[in-house]
């Protein structure tokens, strides 16, 4: 994995829901340059404590940004080279890196190289029963050598790495024939592939993938809170722990596919115990924009059913609801946490402590640790678990003050060194 790596932070944006570009691509219009507008939240999410902008899909396509039409053009609902160029320039400046979304698994039926279309039973093959996605033949050369092309091109107009959506479609020795010549002349280029279920160490292993997004973490993050059931999260964690034997995975609360956090949980209470696990693991995580918000928003199984989680953001902060702000100034205080531990990003967990409404982490790295206690139950909850030599780093008690590790009904609290 790229150095850098290990430090990024990553706010994930959905470049045509957040600028609120129409839904679909007009022929023959003039590039509206809505670009710009994210222009105006590099500083937001650099308070936030991001290091980088995981942007959704940003090239030419028929509708929500995954049906590409080109991937050398920058759509235009939302500019054109000269925009992206002036975000690329502009997010550089404030020390924050860059990684597109490439949708090469599927493209639009308008695709410009229909020959590239895989068949199946004398038709093209589609993803997922969806009409207007059509598969790609990636056993043909031509579409190693297109994915490799586009990949170049804009790591030399200055991203940072590549999120490859829908890799869990894609054979792993697809990526293993396109990535060797992309490192060799972007050798600090960083690749995630979007994989939902599976052996995640394999693909990683046989793709030369440096990571894959973590979603057994992610579901059983806001499951185990939903339900008062803190086993299911023990079990995923002891997962994680295998994963970071072999490549530190992808982690994250919320992304652009998914139900936001906040409408996942009954008690709002518990969005912290989400965070907490999310920034004292190890990992590369990502906050996707609005969840620093508490936005709500449930993903529908039907046409037009992610807009409720794709929404549009106003034209700066002083726009934004002013509940939400609470809900920031927590992930700023858990990424500062973060920050201020960046070996973090390769710790090893175990849990050391479970009920089903009681759980203590201890992540360590070396000789540095942290323990993370949380209590979603109604009654203050005592942890058999040493605390010599730690302090509170940060905690749901206003002035850190508790007979520790006594955590209050529904609290937590990060101890350390």
């Known amino acids: 994995m790229a150095r850098w790596a290990d430090h990024a932070i990553w706010w994930h944006v959905y470049p045509l829901g957040f600028t609120g570009a129409p839904r679909a691509l007009t022929a023959g219009g003039e590039p509206a340059h809505r670009l710009r507008r994210l222009e105006a939240?590099?500083?937001?999410?650099?308070?936030?404590?991001?290091?980088?902008?995981?942007?959704?899909?940003?090239?030419?396509?028929?509708?929500?940004?995954?049906?590409?039409?080109?991937?050398?053009?920058?759509?235009?609902?939302?500019?054109?080279?000269?925009?992206?160029?002036?975000?690329?320039?502009?997010?550089?400046?404030?020390?924050?890196?860059?990684?597109?979304?490439?949708?090469?698994?599927?493209?639009?039926?308008?695709?410009?190289?229909?020959?590239?279309?895989?068949?199946?039973?004398?038709?093209?093959?589609?993803?997922?029963?969806?009409?207007?996605?059509?598969?790609?033949?990636?056993?043909?050369?031509?579409?190693?050598?297109?994915?490799?092309?586009?990949?170049?091109?804009?790591?030399?107009?200055?991203?940072?790495?590549?999120?490859?959506?829908?890799?869990?479609?894609?054979?792993?020795?697809?990526?293993?024939?396109?990535?060797?010549?992309?490192?060799?002349?972007?050798?600090?280029?960083?690749?995630?592939?979007?994989?939902?279920?599976?052996?995640?160490?394999?693909?990683?292993?046989?793709?030369?993938?440096?990571?894959?997004?973590?979603?057994?973490?992610?579901?059983?993050?806001?499951?185990?809170?939903?339900?008062?059931?803190?086993?299911?999260?023990?079990?995923?964690?002891?997962?994680h722990d295998e994963l970071m034997g072999s490549f530190v995975p992808q982690t994250f609360a919320g992304n652009h596919d998914v139900t936001r956090l906040a409408s996942q949980l009954p008690d709002e209470r518990h969005l912290a115990h989400a965070l907490a696990v999310l920034f004292t693991v190890g990992g590369v995580p990502s906050v996707y924009y609005g969840d620093e918000q508490a936005f709500r928003g449930v993903k529908e199984e039907r046409e037009s059913g992610d807009d409720e989680i794709r929404p549009e953001f106003p034209s700066d902060s002083a726009g934004l609801a002013p509940y939400g702000w609470p809900v920031y100034r927590l992930h700023q205080r858990l990424i500062g946490l973060r920050r201020r531990n960046p070996w973090l990003v390769r710790a090893r967990t175990e849990v050391e402590h479970l009920a089903n409404r009681a759980m203590a982490l201890r992540s360590r790295d070396g000789d540095q640790e942290i323990l993370t206690l949380l209590n979603t139950s109604d009654d203050p909850y005592r942890f058999p678990v040493g605390i010599d030599g730690l302090r509170v780093l940060d905690s749901s008690s206003p002035d850190g003050k508790a007979p520790w590790p006594t955590v209050p009904p529904h609290g937590w609290a990060v101890l350390g060194q």
């Open 41 to 239: 939240w590099l500083d937001y999410a650099i308070e936030l404590g991001c290091s980088g902008l995981l942007l959704g899909p940003v090239f030419a396509s028929e509708t929500h940004g995954y049906d590409t039409i080109d991937h050398f053009r920058i759509d235009p609902r939302l500019g054109d080279d000269a925009d992206f160029d002036r975000l690329v320039a502009a997010a550089r400046g404030r020390g924050l890196r860059i990684v597109l979304d490439g949708v090469f698994n599927h493209v639009a039926r308008s695709f410009a190289h229909p020959e590239w279309f895989r068949r199946e039973a004398g038709d093209v093959a589609v993803f997922e029963g969806h009409r207007h996605l059509v598969a790609l033949d990636h056993e043909q050369p031509a579409v190693v050598d297109y994915v490799g092309r586009v990949m170049n091109h804009w790591l030399a107009r200055g991203v940072s790495g590549w999120r490859l959506d829908a890799a869990y479609a894609v054979r792993p020795e697809f990526w293993a024939r396109v990535l060797p010549g992309v490192r060799r002349r972007n050798p600090e280029a960083w690749f995630v592939g979007e994989v939902l279920h599976g052996d995640y160490t394999a693909y990683v292993a046989r793709s030369g993938l440096d990571t894959v997004t973590q979603y057994e973490l992610w579901k059983a993050i806001w499951s185990s809170l939903r339900d008062g059931n803190f086993f299911e999260l023990s079990w995923a964690l002891k997962r």
